[in-house]
Each structure stands twice: as structure tokens, then as C-alpha cells.
């Protein structure tokens, strides 16, 4: 590769080799998997933030995408305030991150000028848990790099859809699908229960009919629980598959080895089966959750009615997320069988957003894993 590296904004005109470079840089871990932005990257880069800029590094001869990263800004709870905040994702290299001192720096220096030009103090991401090298890399506090200053862990889980469906039987809490002239009392449920939370997306009525921010979202997605005329709780189903999708590129070794087996027991101990590499993992997110911590009865409702409408749209699975100190990941726990995805929320700033970090009360984290 040659030493001459330039940092820019991706265009409609670089867009593809965009999508190329998410395809072909899988996430490792025992599952290794690619996220991937299929037909145009910027779809999917919208539903993250009102404003973003997508960084690339070019380098080699000829000219060559060898890396990138996204920066978003969106309106989240914060102290129980909405206030705007900024969001680092879709960081990718080839090779992973054991990109060069060089690339990465140059990456973060071309990243700190859109910051300069924006409104935010600091940034929120996530890292997957075990994964080490990233972590100790970002952590290091390399040149002009920002802190990476973890705060704590956040718990994704993956509830095959046909196994969460069986828990409607057993909730008393009735569910039902949303109207359009619902949207208000949903926008103001989702405002209650956001200002608990840190990092809560503030979802305003206007952001939730926005087709660039809630995409492929309708209101007929969202689930329910009413009280008379109020909404006692709700979530929805956002299928992205037009516009993100996650497919399996490998597994590690050691799970290779036991794939076989697993599968064939899979379906006894109420475990989902591994796919084939190369297969599309048919999910959707159960998002614009506003549930109270203590109501156990709606959260497993509206979970399961979740898993209902997700196999009348063909999908195998259903992702929800929740802070591992948060009481209602305990429930997904405990309730449904899923698979546990952990990663770490990390707080990044430079030294112009030192002072907004120190000032973070002990709220439970809530940031919305659809749009990260």
C-alpha cells in the first residue's frame, strides 16, 4: 500500500465502494458476520442521525477504499433533557482493526474536523465485548485520537421468532397494532419513558413519521398495551431488511467444528440453528421500547406478540437490547430462549466534551441498537 492517504466524505459517486468494504470486512467472533448496506449505504446511514457524514480513507495505487467510519448526530435523553449528541459507527478496515498507526490517526484527525463543524459534545459507541484488540487499540489514547472512556455493558439478545410466539399464550396483558391517529400518545410515551433513561432517542412525533429517520417503519408496527385510551406500554417491529442486512460469513473453529452437532440438537433444547456461510439472518428489531422497569407483564406481551407479527413477515428472528443492569434485561433472560450478544457502550470525546461527560448522572443507559 502506498504511504499517501486521503480522509474525504463519502458522495453518491464513492457510495458503492462504500457498501463494497462493509461487505467484504466482516465482524469476527465466534460468529463472524458482515453488515451490510444493500442498495445504498446512505438509507441506512439516515435512520442513525438527522445529520452524518460518512468518513473514507483512500490510500494504495490505484486509488483503493481501505477504510471508514460514520459520525451521526441525534437528539437523545440526557439527564433527563433532550439534547443533541453524537454517535461513531460503521468502523471498518481491511484486516480489520490492525490498520495501520498511520490510517487510524489520519482517520480520527479527518473525523475531529466534521466534529469541529458540528453541534455536539461527545460521542456514544459500541464494541463488541471480547473484542480485545479494538478495544485496547481505541482505549490507548493514541496522538489526536479521542478517549474511549467504557461505561458499561449492553446485552443484545436474538429470540428465534416460532420459540418467543409460544409466550403469548401465557400474558394477560392484551396487545394490538398501532394506528396512524395513535402516533401521538405513542410519541408521548416513548418521551416518558426516554427522559429516565440516558441516551434514549428523543422520538417525536415528526421523527417518528420521518421516512429517512424511522424507514420502513409504519405506524401499524408498533405493538400496544393500553390502559382505556392511554398507552400503558408499547415497542415496535422494524423490519430494515430493504436497507441493512446481516449475514453470516463464518464461524469461528472451534464453532465449525460443533455447527453439525448443534444444529441437529438445536430444536430439543430450544436453541436457534447456526446457518450455512453466506446465509442472510432474516431479523428485525423490536425498537421504540417504552416500558416501566417494574412491568415484567407488558414487556413479555408484547415481546412475544412481536415474535407473532415478525413469522407473518418470514423472519427468524427478533433482536431487543437493554443495558445488563437494566431489570427488563433479566426478563428477556429468564422468559424467552436467545442468543446473548454482549458489547460495551463507550463514551468518546475530545477535550472540548471532557466537562459534558464528567457531568453524565447514574441513569440507566437505553441507546436504541436499531439505528446504531
Known amino acids: 500500500m502506498s504511504t499517501e492517504l ?11 465502494q462504500l457498501r463494497r468494504l462493509l461487505r467484504d470486512n466482516p465482524l469476527t467472533g465466534d460468529i463472524h458476520v458482515s453488515l451490510e448496506r444493500e442498495p445504498n449505504a446512505f438509507h441506512a446511514a439516515g435512520i442513525s442521525g438527522d445529520q452524518f457524514q460518512m468518513m473514507l480513507a483512500f490510500g494504495g495505487e490505484p ?42 490517526l489520519g482517520s480520527y484527525r479527518k473525523m475531529r474536523q466534521f466534529h469541529e463543524a458540528g453541534d455536539v459534545s ?38 428465534p ?64 398495551c393500553r390502559h382505556g385510551d392511554d398507552v400503558r406500554s408499547c415497542l415496535a417491529l422494524w423490519d430494515q431488511r430493504a436497507f441493512k442486512q446481516t449475514v453470516i460469513r463464518g464461524y469461528s473453529t472451534r464453532l465449525s467444528r460443533v455447527r453439525p452437532l448443534l444444529n441437529i440438537v438445536a430444536p430439543f433444547i430450544g436453541r436457534p440453528r447456526l446457518p450455512f456461510p453466506g446465509a442472510k439472518l432474516e431479523s428485525a428489531f423490536l425498537s421504540h421500547v417504552a416500558v416501566n422497569e417494574d412491568d415484567e407483564e407488558s414487556l413479555i406481551a408484547l415481546v412475544a406478540a412481536g415474535c407473532e407479527q415478525a413469522m407473518r413477515k418470514d423472519l427468524d428472528y427478533v433482536m431487543i437490547s437493554f ?14 430462549t436467545s442468543h446473548e450478544y454482549v ?9 472540548d466534551g471532557a466537562e459534558a461527560v464528567s457531568m453524565l448522572d447514574d441513569r440507566i443507559p437505553h441507546p436504541e441498537v436499531a439505528i446504531l
Open 6 to 16: 486521503t480522509f474525504e466524505a463519502a458522495t453518491e459517486a464513492t457510495e458503492p
Open 63 to 104: 486509488r483503493e477504499l481501505i477504510a471508514s467510519g460514520g459520525r451521526f448526530e441525534l437528539e437523545t435523553y440526557i439527564n433527563g433533557t433532550a439534547q443533541r449528541i453524537g454517535y461513531f459507527g460503521e468502523l471498518r478496515a481491511q484486516g480489520g482493526l490492525k490498520a495501520r498507526r498511520k490510517l487510524l
Open 122 to 159: 461527545f460521542y456514544l459507541t459500541t464494541i463488541i465485548e471480547d473484542n480485545h484488540r479494538a478495544r485496547r487499540l481505541l482505549e490507548a489514547g493514541l496522538g489526536d485520537m479521542p478517549a474511549y472512556r467504557p461505561l458499561e455493558t449492553m446485552v443484545t439478545f436474538t429470540i
Open 161 to 224: 421468532a416460532r420459540l418467543g410466539a409460544r409466550r403469548r399464550r401465557q400474558a394477560s396483558c392484551d396487545v394490538a397494532r398501532a394506528s396512524k391517529q395513535q402516533m401521538t400518545n405513542i410519541a408521548a410515551k416513548l418521551a416518558e419513558s426516554g427522559a429516565r433513561y440516558q441516551f434514549h432517542p428523543a422520538w417525536t412525533e415528526e421523527v417518528l413519521g420521518s421516512a429517512t429517520r424511522c424507514r420502513g417503519l409504519a405506524p401499524e408496527d408498533f405493538l400496544l
Open 323 to 336: 443495558a445488563a443492569r437494566n431489570p427488563l434485561a433479566n426478563v428477556i433472560r429468564k422468559r424467552f
Open 343 to 351: 458489547s460495551v457502550i463507550y463514551v468518546v470525546f475530545w477535550e
